[in-house]
């Protein structure tokens, strides 16, 4: 079983940043996992906003290219979405999530609220 936990939400004005972590315990070999970060904006349905292979390559929704990047740090069983130029529109409850043949897991979200 595999536990993630995500942090670093908040409130931020318009054109601020954040970054936030997801940190992997149980019995996991982390770095064969595919990860990526959801939202879920209120009335909106979960979209995905950045995945991670096993091997490093990343993928971003248009709309946060050029704003959001995606990294993780096998070692420590963590992946980290760092976000600048921030907007309104940004904001929602942000979920992680790990993947792998047979077996996908969620954590339960950390709020990012842009407003001014």
């Known amino acids: 079983q595999v536990q993630l936990v995500e942090s670093g939400g908040g409130v931020v004005q318009p054109g601020g940043s954040l970054r936030l972590s997801c940190a992997a315990s149980?019995?996991?070999?982390?770095?064969?996992?595919?990860l990526g970060w959801y939202r879920q904006a209120p009335g909106k349905q979960r979209e995905l906003v950045a995945t991670?292979?096993?091997?490093?390559?990343?993928n971003y929704v248009d709309s946060v290219k050029g704003r959001f990047t995606l990294s993780r740090d096998n070692a420590k069983n963590t992946v980290y979405l760092q976000m600048h130029s921030l907007k309104p529109e940004d904001t929602a409850v942000y979920y992680c999530?790990?993947?792998?043949?047979?077996?996908?897991?969620w954590g339960r979200g950390t709020q990012v609220t842009v407003s001014s």
């Open positions: 149980g019995s996991i070999f982390f770095n064969f996992y595919a």
């Open positions: 991670i292979t096993s091997g490093g390559s990343t």
């Open positions: 999530n790990a993947v792998k043949v047979g077996a996908s897991y």
